[in-house]
């Protein structure tokens, strides 16, 4: 879903203004309203079965099962296969970097997508697939390599090349994942049924990190699988590409999206509305159960009832488009993206090395030492327990994405955003300054404050924006 400079003509207005232009909202426009005919000349989908959304959220539980799985072994596996230390930054370090370059494109070609399967899927699919390539060659590399190379250093650098290729192609995939999952809510449910779905996701990215880390501290090689595989982290990949091919069949049946079809850039059609309001754009015309969409402006046609709407080119996003609309976006979505962005900075952070913290500070093993060794051993088992924390974190998210239900009527949307960042900052402090085992588990908790924050306060507080500009669009 692309963002432009267009997108942020209006900042949204206090609540005395909102409820004001309610009051001198005509009759005739609150119907207009009621028949869900927005500004933009788009059709507002209506209410969604909640069997549905949850077939729509289960992606979100197989994408944080596999993310758990990344959190929980990609720095020991790095370690294993000998990267050298001043590396180690650099894996974290590519992957931000193409998201941030290739975006804001592969985000505009999907708004313009023509696909008959719809405009988010194609790019859903695709990343999962993505997602499932990486993992397999950072869970794997070293297996692979060892079956073509028998040269120990050479082994050594190809091991290292492929598991960091993986690395940064399931990182990329996964964090870039989820914006045309986002998208594909939106487009595709009312405004009622955006919040119960943002609720979902937070739900189901609570109870799949809880089930990836818990299949993480459990010890596989003394499996049955585990003696029939070569490694254990060949067990983890069976169960974690098993769950996420499951959970995305079934968010791609989910919800049918609506294709667009272009016919030409100067083609017209008629919109009916209530009355001959003058829209700023329009996106999509539903007809026969297809949506013919271009970049539109409305305007008033002669004959009350009806709008001739005459259609011009739709911009791209590009990297310089972008950066020109962060720069000139209203302050309080300017606000929300810079706090969004250290939010999500200090949570990575915090979980792609906690179990490595668990490990060598809290237990006090050593990931280089001689894998027979007692502080390689006790590396692991701290690991392990690092694990068990990550679940707890994954479990208390989804409880809280309930409790945040209770709270929103006392201290709203804001409340529950800086709750959300103190109660993390507080958490984190006291782990580094009290590395025990106990409290460190029982502090994990609010580590999933801050996990269901991130994941659902700020895409509330755009949908309410929006909502607001809607509101006062039809109003006036």
């Not at 209506?46 to 720095?75: D, I, P, Q």
């Not at 994942?177 to 487009?187: G, S």
Request: aromatic letters at 12%.
């Amino acid at each position: 879903m692309t963002l432009t400079k267009e997108s942020f003509h209006r900042v949204p207005p206090p609540a005395s203004e909102v409820a004001k232009a309610d009051m001198d909202c005509t009759g005739e426009k609150e119907e207009a309203l009621g028949q869900s005919v927005l500004r933009t000349g788009a059709v507002v989908p209506g209410k969604r079965a909640v069997g549905r959304l949850v077939m729509h959220s289960m992606v979100m539980f197989g994408r944080e099962f596999c993310y758990a799985v990344e959190a929980a072994f990609v720095t020991p596996v790095l370690l294993s296969v000998g990267l050298p230390k001043n590396l180690y930054s650099l894996v974290w370090l590519i992957s931000p970097i193409l998201g941030f370059v290739l975006q804001p494109v592969v985000g505009s070609a999907s708004d313009h997508c023509t696909c008959s399967w719809g405009r988010r899927r194609p790019y859903i699919l695709g990343l999962g697939i993505i997602m499932l390539v990486g993992m397999a060659l950072y869970l794997n590399g070293d297996v692979m390599i060892s079956a073509f190379i028998d040269e120990n250093e050479k082994r050594r650098t190809w091991a290292i090349v492929i598991t960091m290729l993986g690395v940064v192609l399931f990182d990329f995939a996964a964090d870039f994942i989820d914006c045309p999952i986002k998208a594909y809510l939106f487009d595709v449910c009312c405004h009622q049924d955006k919040e119960k779905g943002l609720h979902y996701h937070a739900l189901f990215t609570g109870l799949g990190g809880a089930l990836g880390y818990l299949t993480g501290a459990m010890d596989w090689g003394q499996t049955v699988l585990g003696y029939s595989l070569a490694s254990e982290f060949q067990v983890i990949f069976l169960f974690a590409a098993l769950v996420f091919i499951i959970c995305l069949t079934m968010h791609l049946c989910s919800i049918p999206e609506v294709p667009l079809r272009y016919k030409n850039e100067e083609a017209k059609f008629l919109l009916e509305v209530t009355e001959p309001h003058k829209y700023n754009s329009t996106e999509e015309e539903i007809k026969n159960g297809y949506l013919k969409s271009t970049c539109t402006e409305i305007k008033a046609a002669a004959k009350p009832g009806k709008c001739t709407v005459v259609s011009q080119d739709q911009r791209q996003m590009t990297l310089k488009s972008l950066l020109k609309t962060l720069l000139s976006m209203p302050s309080h979505y300017r606000c929300l993206c810079v706090s969004h962005l250290f939010g999500w900075m200090a949570f990575l952070s915090n979980m792609l090395f906690f179990t490595d913290f668990m490990g060598q500070v809290v237990y006090q093993g050593n990931p280089y030492a001689p894998h027979n060794s007692t502080l390689y051993l006790t590396y692991k088992a701290g690991v392990e327990m690092g694990c068990w924390g990550l679940c707890i974190n994954a479990i208390s998210s989804s409880v809280y994405s309930y409790v945040q239900k209770v709270l929103l009527p006392y201290i709203g949307l804001k409340g529950l955003y800086f709750i959300g960042y103190l109660l993390f900052g507080l958490g984190t402090g006291l782990i580094g300054l009290f590395p025990n085992v106990y409290s460190t588990l029982a502090l994990c908790s609010l580590f999933g404050v801050m996990s269901s924050t991130l994941y659902t306060v700020p895409f509330h507080l755009i949908a309410e924006y929006h909502r607001e500009e809607e509101f006062l669009s039809v109003c006036h």
